[in-house]
């Protein structure tokens, strides 16, 4: 995608979601870019910038992420989310949530994946008790291969996911993260 902007005041901004766009080409024609001297006065206001909770938590950063395991509603409770982070461990992967886990106070906005949260690309995507409405499937469609975890077969995940699984993430996750850990020992 090309866009041309123009900005109208002395302090130019231009903010990029991640992965929203491919790296150019190495050897690309790129626009010159230019370092401006900006004086403090030229600012229009001073700007505080805050930190909001759970921006520092520590979460591994989910837009770098190679493998990442996310946990929806379909968890019954907060300490539920060990069995994701099991998983994850045993894949070597990042750990994630959809957004009602962040309001429920489960998990730290900085783990939220989906349109309002981080734009992910991973290699490999597990959604675990995640419905993928609109605002979620957003947020991993560009990821290499998703898998869906999931007690209802018609869950809108099922109809883009690349490998859905039926059932309950309780039952089958223990068993994921143990056949992962035999076969990386075998
Ligand atoms: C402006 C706006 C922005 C939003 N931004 C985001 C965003 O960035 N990220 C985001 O995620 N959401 C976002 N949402 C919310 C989004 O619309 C959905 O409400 C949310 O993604 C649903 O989360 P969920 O799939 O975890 O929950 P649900 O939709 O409730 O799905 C839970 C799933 O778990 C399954 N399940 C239940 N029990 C089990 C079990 N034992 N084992 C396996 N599966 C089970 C169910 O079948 C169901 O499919 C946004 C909404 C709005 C309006």
Redesign the pocket.
């Given at each position: 995608m090309r866009t041309t902007a123009t900005w109208t005041s002395a302090l130019a901004v231009a903010l990029f979601r991640p992965h929203e766009c491919a790296p150019a080409e190495p050897g690309t024609q790129m626009a010159p870019i230019e370092a401006v001297a900006l004086a403090a006065t030229d600012l229009p206001e001073r700007v505080a910038i805050e930190l909001l909770p759970g921006a520092d938590t520590g979460a591994a950063a989910l837009d770098t992420a190679d493998i990442i395991v996310s946990g929806?509603?379909?968890l019954r409770s907060a300490d539920e989310l060990d069995l994701v982070r099991d998983l994850a461990d045993a894949l070597g992967g990042t750990v994630g949530v959809?957004?009602?886990?962040v309001d429920m106070g489960w998990a730290p906005r900085a783990m939220?994946?989906?349109?309002?949260?981080t734009v992910v690309s991973p290699r490999l995507y597990i959604a675990?008790?995640?419905?993928?409405?609109?605002?979620?499937k957003i947020?991993i469609e560009k990821s290499g291969l998703i898998v869906a975890?999931?007690?209802?077969k018609d869950?809108p995940i099922m109809s883009f996911c690349d490998l859905g699984i039926v059932?309950?993430?309780?039952t089958l996750l223990p068993k994921l993260a143990a056949e992962v850990r035999a076969a990386r020992t075998a």
């Open positions: 929806g509603r379909g959809s957004l009602p886990l939220q994946v989906g349109q309002t949260g675990c008790g995640i419905s993928g409405q609109i605002q979620h947020g975890i999931n007690t209802d869950a059932g309950d993430l309780r």
